[in-house]
Structures are given as C-alpha cells and as structure tokens.
C-alpha cells in the first residue's frame, strides 16, 4: 500500500505535532479504551460465553491437529455445531493459540480484545492519513472512532466480537474509496485489504460495506469516464477479494443451499427494534450517543470552502448520516420485513456511521482548526475519553473468572446463542448434548461411542441403522471396519446422523468436508500465494532500481 509508519512519522506535515505528542495522545487514547481489561478476571457481555466456546472449540482443534475443521466438535458435548462453517474465525485465531500455549481464558481473551481495539486505532489512523497526508486528522479520527460510543459498547456490553474486529479493516474500505475516485485507484489493495478482512470478520458488516461501495461507486461513475483500465482495476479487485476469501464464503452458500437450518424459521420483528430519533442520542446500548455527532457539527459550523477533501468529507458525512437515520423509522423496516430479518436490530447500522463520521470528523476538525492543531486534538481527546468513561461506568455486566476447565462442563458447550446454524430437525435443542455418548439403534437401544480427534467408533453389529451423536451437516462420512463407505443421512432422532450400517460390525463417521470446501481451500491459498509473489516480485524489483 506504500504507507510505511517510518514515512508518515517523519513527514513535513508533521512538524506541527513531535513524535512525543502523536505517541502520547495515542496511549491515552487506547488507556481509556482498555480501562476495563486491566483486571485478572474476564469482562462479561450478551454474548461472551458463546464467544468464548468459539475459541476453546479453535483451541480444541489445534490440540488434536485439526486447526482449521469445519464442524467444531466441543459444542454440545461433542455432538457438533458449525460455528466455523457460519461465523468467520479469521481473528478468533489469536486467543485460540494463546490458550493452545497454555494461557489462561481471561488473560487470551483480554489480551485478544486489547488487540483488537489498537488494531482499529492504527488502521484508522493510517487510512485516514492516506486519505489528507495530515496527521492531525488522522489522529483526531482515530481518537473519535476508538472511543466512539458504538464501538465502546460492542467490546463491553454487547460482547459482539464479529462486529468489533470488523472495526479494524473498516477504514481501510473508507481509504480504498478514497483511491478509487481521487487517486485513480492506484492502490487497489486498501479495498481488497479492507473488504475481505470485512468479510472474515462480520458478515452483515459485509453487506453493509457492499451497500456503501455501490453507491460510491455510482456517486462517482464520471471518474470512470474515459479511463478503461481504471474500470477493469475494479473489477479485478472485486475478483481478487472472491477469490482470497472463497475458503469461506463458498462452503457457507453450500450448506445453507443444500440443508435448512433454524435461520429460516426464526421469526424475529426487526420493526420493533427500530429507534425514535432522540433516542440515537441516548447513553444507552444499542445507540450512537452524542459525543462522535457533536464534533462533527461542531466543525461543520466553521467549515471551509470546499476541495476534493471536503468534497470526501462531505459524502462521507451523508452517508454516515444516512446509515444513521435508517436506524429509525425513517427505513420501512417493518414493510421490508421479510428481506432484512437477517439484520434483527437496525441499529447494527451505527457501525458503518461511527466509521464515516469518524473520517468526516478529523477531516473537517483539521481543517478547521487552522494553526491550533495540538489544541483541536486535545479538545477532540477530552470529549471523547469522557464519552467513553461514561459509556464504560454504565455497563452493567461486570467481571466473571472462567477456570481452564470451564467448557468441560456439557452444559456450557451448548451455548449457541440463537442457535441459527442447526438444523431445522433439532427439534429440542435442549436435548442436545445429554446423550453425546450413545448412540441409538433401529430398537431404539442405547450403543455406547468411543471418541478420538474427529472420529466416532461405534458398535454396529445386528443394526439396521444407527443415530450416532453428531448433529447432521454436509460432508460428514461413515465407513466399516474394512474401510468400505456407508450410507447416511440427516433424517436422525433430532438432528442426528443416521448410519445405515448394512450388517457391518462397527462404523466409523467423522467429517471430512466437500469437495467444494477442499476446492474452495485451494483457490484461496493459490490466490493468497501469488499475490504475496507479486508483492515480493515488485518490491524487489523497487529495491533493486533504487
């Protein structure tokens, strides 16, 4: 992307700001962003303990040396969820082989977070950076965007981890527009970059980003006159983000086009959810509060003639306020039901407003502020540590210290949530898990199974058929004791397997994938690899000129 911190630390632009005081406003920044992991005890939130199987169930894999399976075998005491096949893991990785190297639950997981909110702090920094050329709004933007209300809540109250990893690859989608119509899209891989990571992330976050960048796209299509190649760059952008992330976008349209799962059925009235328009400023969660929109009209009340930056901020700050009041009933949400349950709370749409006013914020405030650049930031600093302080002193969620052996326990491996990724014929959720360890035969009497890594041994003999304990997903597979295949199905006592044992003795039924995932697998990592050569290939060739 030719942004490298050594260039932008020591540009002429900033002179206005020491190396001490971008370092100093940056630590305080993440200081009170972090405030609640600085304990030996685990922050709670809404969804934490499913957020916290996600990663034993990673960790679990890595120990039996299937780190990258599908089918996660911890949930329901073994009996299976796809938790892998649904949700992008992509991140989850990091406290999965903190745990697989004997770190603790809390201190992985805190660790993880703290990862996660300076990740978002440095890629919004940069991209917005990459946008001016000037650090004073990079910093401004990176200040309100880390300490945001939306952003704040999502770590400690919602505990939603798919949303707040996708904060760390936002900007870069916001940058990636930016190259796109003022740069000639120069730099492809900031979109590429930015929209994949999006995607392996939070998926609805996904579609939100796809929304933005078709209209973007439109908003600017005069850019695109003349200029063929530019076109075809996007295009090709748009193929190379497919094919990177197909490992995972591939296998998930597979199984939701060939089983149906609780998704489908769950009824939920996203209408409801829906906000008045005072209530996007509360300090409550689920809203976007009044700190971040306050600098943004507060700079909009001495806002200069326009450029091309202000032109950015400008469209910027539509949008953002578009996502924004579609929060409420502004967005017929209640006549487009059937076509954005998925969505379940509206105000899922501040993610993409805290991302578009941040950027509209530290463009704006920069060029505002004139000569008192240091005094804007710390202005900027103050109004948004005493947002976050608040929004922090309000949660109600507390601390919780999970022991190493906590998901040992049955019971707290079937903490799914909604549970949206069964099967519709898991008729009693509450069922699963409480006899993981037999299986049933064509009587109706109990087998007991033997497990080991991703294989499930059971005593076939004098059986027509057998429900063995895994919850049915495509690319599960049963052989006998010589090896030859055997017949299953999903039509199992509540969501299990049925091996229809044709008189063999034993039967082994593990989950060995499709072909599409294996395909899918290997187009990613071709892909990943030659883009990483390209890289290498012109670096060197710069290095060599040079």
């Known amino acids: 992307m030719n942004l490298h911190l050594r260039s932008i630390l020591s540009s002429k632009e900033n002179s206005d700001f020491s190396r001490g005081f971008i370092l100093a406003v940056s630590l305080i920044t993440l200081f009170f962003a972090c405030l609640p992991l600085f304990t030996v005890n685990c922050i709670q939130g809404h969804d934490i303990d499913y957020h916290l199987l996600r990663i034993e169930a990673l960790k679990t894999g890595i120990l039996n040396g299937l780190p990258f399976l599908r ?30 190297a004997g770190v603790g639950i809390n201190l992985s997981f805190h660790i993880f977070v703290g990862f996660c909110i300076i990740a978002a702090f440095i890629s919004m920094y940069f991209s917005v950076y990459y946008i001016t050329g000037r650090s004073t709004s990079a910093l401004i933007a990176a200040t309100a965007y880390t300490l945001c209300q939306y952003h704040i809540d999502d770590i400690y109250t919602r505990a939603a981890v798919g949303e707040y990893t996708a904060f760390i690859f936002l900007p870069l ?184 006013l941040s950027v509209a914020a530290g463009i704006y405030i920069e060029k505002a502020a004139g000569e008192r650049k240091k005094l804007a930031v710390i202005a900027v600093l103050a109004v948004m540590a005493v947002s976050a302080v608040c929004n922090i002193n309000r949660t109600e969620e ?100 049925r091996v229809y044992t044709s008189g063999t003795e034993s039967a082994f039924i593990y989950y060995q994938g499709t072909l599409l995932q294996k395909a899918a697998d290997i187009m990613s990592l071709i892909t990943l690899i030659t883009v990483a050569a390209v890289l290498i290939r012109g670096k060197c060739k710069r290095g060599f000129r040079q």
């Open 173 to 356: 989608v916001a940058a990636g527009l930016f190259d796109l119509s003022e740069k000639d899209f120069k730099n492809p891989g900031l979109l590429i970059a930015g929209m994949s990571g999006v995607l392996l992330c939070h998926t609805l976050s996904t579609v939100f980003c796809i929304i933005l960048c078709v209209f973007y796209v439109l908003i600017n299509f005069r850019s695109f006159t003349g200029k063929p190649a530019k076109l075809l760059r996007l295009m090709a952008a748009a193929l190379l983000t497919l094919l990177l992330t197909a490992f995972y976008w591939l296998p998930f349209l597979e199984q939701i086009r060939t089983t149906e799962f609780k998704y489908k059925i769950a009824k939920f009235d996203v209408g409801y959810e829906k906000l008045l328009l005072r209530e996007i400023f509360e300090n409550k969660v689920g809203r976007m509060g009044i700190a971040l929109i306050l600098l943004v009209f507060a700079a909009l009340l001495i806002r200069h003639a326009g450029d091309r930056l202000i032109r950015f901020a400008d469209l910027a700050l539509a949008a953002g306020l578009i996502f924004m009041l579609c929060t409420t009933g502004f967005f017929p949400w209640k006549r487009l039901e059937r076509y954005v349950m998925s969505v379940q709370f509206p105000w899922r749409l501040f993610i993409m407003a805290c991302l578009l």
């Open 71 to 100: 089918v996660n075998m911890l949930f329901f005491g073994g009996e299976g969820y796809a938790s892998s096949m649904f949700y992008p893991d992509f991140l989850l990785y990091i406290p999965a082989l903190l745990r697989a």
């Open 398 to 497: 507390g601390y919780y210290s999970y022991s190493d052996d906590y998901y040992d326990v049955t019971e707290y491996t079937c903490t799914v949530i909604g549970g949206e990724w069964l099967p519709i014929t898991v008729e009693k959720r509450g069922k699963l898990g409480r006899y993981s360890g037999y299986a049933f035969d064509d009587k109706g009497q109990k087998r007991e199974v033997v497990r080991s890594r991703n294989t499930l041994t059971v005593d076939a003999g004098g059986s027509e058929y057998l429900d063995v304990p895994f919850v049915y997903y495509l690319g599960y597979a049963a052989k006998d004791e010589e090896g030859k295949p055997l017949m299953l199905d999903g039509s199992g006592d509540n969501g299990r397997i």
